[in-house]
């Protein structure tokens, strides 16, 4: 026999390699055959709910790090809610309509105005739902648990009749409005724009610094006077109609040298641009406050016909320019408000390509908005207007989609006013719970500051604007007539909108006061998409019985303040007076290993299907708490190389327990915390610790403090120490033994406790252990409840004794590596310790009944009073320690010194304890002996 048959080394089939490439498909089939993610809810049945309602990703290609991230994020919450407490079920969506498709149509060769509306739609329809089959693969392959037969699709029709039955009640209460305000207009799309598909740019642009000439001074003013503008948007000057002052400014009048002519500027920018008018020697003749030049009129550089009116507005600043702002009313969100307190006309020069029109002059007709710079400049030189051009850098807004830039443009739309309700929606907000806790103010800010909402879009793929015009063009906004069609649609589809004529979705019989002849338009504009994925609360929480509204919880990247968390908010406050959740948590975005925002065009993305190959989709679920989610991420091969390590010590960890209990009947075997060895009434305390924490974190979204925590009891608290401490009773101590049942008891209990508070972020690995574990009483790990946190009574007295023995270990750690180093001892067994120790001390080791020996791993271990040490041993953090060689000899079974080898004649090479338990339990060794 050989001395190791007679140890407990513990034995396990559980790999030590999770080649989770491959093993991840074959367990999430298995969840899928025996429908998991229907078993649990059935358990949960009768507890209390919980809904995260999923926002809806883009059905557009493959998902992204970002999406990964996101559905991981949800997954984890949704499966530790079902397993602590709560019926959570996770209904997935996706967001079906708007350009992005139409324009993946136009790249397969599809010309949208060649065909009639409906069969584009069609097409876009079954695009749309190939992208949502191939998402959701995508999504199933990183093992998110979720009703994936049954989602939300926005273009579901019951989920349109839902989005049409909330604009009708908007409507209804008068928010909803017709105007021909300036949105942002992206020429590429030929659509308008919600704010929340703008982003921002640096660009270079022309500003240009030209003279109107006083027209009708008021008296203030002579007529050889000019007044000097600026303007970065050279193509807006073909529709001028005003030049805006600041009311409290300082304007001087101005006569440079050799000049009969005379100029109005801002008197704090004169200095500044003087020089680039050449304007070398000048004369201050007078000096005006704004409001004293209110009314003035001037002529339109080369329009005849046009005038322009001096206003006074707080939107100028003097930051740059000449303090008097060049203000064309159908091309700037300012300048329109401003020019309608004042009465001016709206005037657009530019079509819905960004193609100049015919009223914007012969010189301007046809040509692209941002090629006239040059023949602005003429006009204005043959005018004797201009005085200066300049490059300037500045931040514009682009589309989202194209990536090109866009103008603001004034062109009849629709829009949601919140100007009725918007205290309402700001108090809904101080109800809801943030995190992290700085997104309340933010969304606060943004609808404090929103002005209408246009939700209008010059598209086809979307869901119809519900508004008819009768002859007259008066628009008819009916909620009876909206609900109508909210059925036509719920039964046919809202291809029914464009398939029908007007009166034929009308209700039968229907007339109007201002349709004599019973003729009436429908809309052809459909809505923005932010007003579909805004409507989902009452499209799937008000629908689905399974579902509650408001929802518990709405989690998105950071970029949804002013996106689906801001018009989820408008649309269920206009409508129900509360917000649609109750919790809001939002996230940063993925960057790569330098910090660098992802993009396909610098090549650094990184495909989560591609990691899922590669490292296993374990690893980037790992990673997703591992990180801060309130900010943004860094991620990389070699980040993603670090969570795989820390994975391996984690999976070696659950490896070496499920060795240790393998011989161990938790029933049968339990020992009770009272009876448990000191070292394992620790360990007992602080899992217990652990449990709280986690559990604690998970409640409250904390998820990137599971990761620390976990791979901190793992490193430190296990591996560091009572791992390490263990060997000697697992392996050494009879397999039935108090101690060894004691410690086996607490491994058992980390074993199981590990396992289900893993198993929302490693759901595969946590899977995998539990198959490994005997005496389970369910199939799958994710049918059990997370563990509940023991009553273990007051252990601040316990641990408080346990941070003295710490202190002891690590002066007696100190001590033997000095003895390593002097080549005294190799490990700690070749040692025997003399500690030092004050009556406190002595105490503490008393009250816990504790084996020193075992806990500083060495042969032997005395013990005796500080004050009888001599001055010639050496101290260690203030205990004074004596490193010896051990006595005796080594034996060759528990790797020990003894004094007392060969006491048994039989195994002469064995301790007295070790001969006893050989005899007892392994009997063949007295007779045939020992090999070597």
């Known amino acids: 026999m050989k001395y190791k048959d007679t140890l407990n080394l513990g034995k396990t089939d559980f790999p030590m390699r999770g080649s989770l490439p491959k093993t991840e498909p074959e367990r999430q089939q298995v969840w899928y055959a025996e429908d998991l993610y229907n078993q649990r809810l059935a358990q949960n049945e009768q507890k209390p709910h919980f809904n995260l309602h999923d926002g809806p990703p883009y059905a557009n290609g493959n998902i992204h790090l970002g999406h990964a991230l996101n559905k991981i994020t949800k997954d984890i919450i949704v499966r530790y809610k079902n397993m602590n407490g709560y019926y959570a079920p996770y209904v997935p969506g996706w967001d079906t309509h708007g350009l992005p498709i139409e324009q993946q149509l136009t790249k397969a060769g599809h010309d949208r105005k060649s065909m009639p509306k409906s069969e584009w739609r069609n097409l876009a329809k079954d ?24 989602p939300y699709i926005t273009l579901q029709p019951e989920f349109e009749a839902a989005q049409l039955r909330v604009f009708g009640t908007m409507a209804k209460k008068g928010y909803i409005f017709q105007g021909a305000k300036p949105v942002y207009w992206s020429w590429s799309s030929e659509s308008a724009l919600a704010e929340a598909e703008i982003e921002y740019h640096d660009i270079k642009s022309t500003s240009l610094y030209y003279a109107n000439r006083v027209k009708d001074g008021k008296g203030v003013l002579d007529g050889d006077t000019y007044l000097v503008v600026w303007t970065t948007t050279p193509f807006t000057v073909t529709a001028s109609r005003g030049i805006t002052l600041g009311p409290d400014f300082d304007y001087v009048l101005v006569k440079p040298a050799g000049q009969d002519k005379k100029y109005v500027v801002a008197k704090e920018l004169l200095e500044t641009v003087a020089p680039k ?106 005018a004797g207007l201009f005085l200066a051009k300049e490059s300037i850098t500045h931040s514009y807004p682009f589309d989202w989609r194209t990536k090109k830039p866009i103008i603001w443009r004034a062109v009849p739309q629709w829009f949601a006013s919140i100007d009725n309700f918007r205290q309402d929606i700001l108090d809904q907000i101080d109800g809801v719970n943030f995190f992290p806790a700085w997104g309340q103010k933010r ?65 039968e019989g229907y007339a109007n006061e201002h349709s004599p002849n019973g003729q009436f338009k429908k809309e052809e504009d459909i809505m923005d998409v932010w007003f579909d994925s805004g409507s989902s609360w009452n499209g799937v929480m008000r629908q689905r019985p399974q579902l509650d ?79 801060d989610t309130s900010q943004d991420m860094p991620v990389s091969d070699e980040i993603l190389k670090q969570v795989a390590d820390s994975y391996r010590k984690i999976r070696n960890t659950m490896r070496f327990l499920l060795a240790n209990t393998s011989d161990f009947d938790y029933a049968k075997d339990k020992v009770d915390f009272k009876d448990r060895a000191a070292h394992d009434q620790y360990a007992t305390v602080i899992l217990n610790n652990l449990v709280a924490d986690l559990k604690d974190s998970y409640d409250n979204y904390r998820l990137n403090e599971i990761y620390t925590r976990l791979i901190n009891f793992i490193n430190v608290d296990l591996s560091a120490f009572y791992l390490d401490v263990a060997k000697d009773v697992v392996y050494v101590e009879a397999p039935d033994s108090a101690l060894r049942r004691s410690m086996q008891t607490v491994f058992y209990e980390i074993l199981t406790a590990l396992t289900k508070l893993m198993l929302p972020v490693l759901p595969h690995t946590a899977e995998e ?14 049918l059990q409840d997370m563990p509940e946190v023991a009553d273990l009574g007051d252990t601040t007295d316990l641990l408080a004794k346990w941070e003295t023995v710490f202190a002891i270990r690590s002066a007696a750690n100190k001590a033997l590596e000095e003895a390593r180093s002097a080549n005294m001892i190799g490990k700690n067994a070749e040692a025997a310790l003399t500690l030092y120790l004050t009556a406190e001390q002595q105490a503490v080791l008393t009250d816990l009944n504790l084996d020193l020996r075992l806990i500083m791993m060495v042969s032997q271990l005395d013990v005796k009073d500080a004050a009888t040490a001599g001055a010639d041993v050496p101290v260690f953090d203030d205990v004074a320690i004596l490193v010896e060689k051990a006595r005796g000899g080594l034996s060759p079974r528990d790797r020990r010194y003894h004094e007392d080898l060969g006491a048994d004649p039989a195994f002469p090479e064995l301790s007295k304890a070790e001969a006893d338990l050989v005899r007892k339990y392994y009997p063949a060794a007295v007779s045939e002996g020992f090999e070597g």
Not at 127 to 142: C, G, H, M, N
Not at 769 to 782: D, G, L, Q, R, V
């Open 443 to 507: 969304l606060h800010n943004m609808i404090a500051g929103r002005g209408d909402w246009v939700i209008s879009r010059q598209r086809v793929w979307g869901v119809p604007l519900p508004i008819f015009y009768a002859e007259d063009g008066t628009a008819i906004l009916d909620a009876d007539i909206i609900e109508h069609v909210a059925q036509l649609v719920e039964k046919h589809g809202s291809n029914v909108w464009f398939e029908r004529e007007a009166k034929d979705l009308l209700p």
């Open 127 to 150: 695009f749309a739902l190939e992208q949502v089959d191939k998402q959701r693969t995508d999504f199933k392959r990183l093992g998110i648990m979720a009703d994936w037969d049954h």
């Open 277 to 382: 008018f050449g304007w070398e020697d000048y004369e201050v003749l007078d000096s005006y406050k704004g409001a004293d030049l209110d009314k003035i009129t001037a002529y339109h550089p080369w329009d005849e016909d046009a005038e322009e009116v001096v206003m006074n507005a707080d939107h100028v600043t003097l930051d740059s320019g000449t303090g008097l702002v060049h203000t064309a009313p159908g091309f700037g969100e300012d300048d329109y408000n401003v020019s309608k307190q004042y009465g001016l006309d709206v005037v657009v020069t530019v079509d819905e390509k960004g193609n100049m029109t015919k009223n914007a002059g012969p010189e301007f007709e046809g040509r692209f908005y941002d090629d006239v710079t040059g023949t602005v400049i003429t006009k204005l030189t043959d």
């Open 769 to 782: 252990i539990w198959s490994y574990m005997p005496n389970t009483t369910t199939e799958f790990a994710y």
């Open 549 to 627: 509204y408001p929802a518990d919880l709405y989690l998105e990247g950071s970029d949804q303040y002013r996106g689906w968390f801001n018009s989820s908010l408008i649309t269920s406050v206009a409508v129900t007076g509360q917000a649609p959740y109750k919790n809001l948590l939002s996230q940063g975005f993925t960057l790569d290993g330098k910090g660098n925002k992802m993009s396909k065009s610098l090549g650094n993305t990184i495909s989560p299907l591609d990691v899922g190959d590669k490292f296993g989709v374990e690893i980037l679920r790992l990673w997703t708490v591992s990180v």
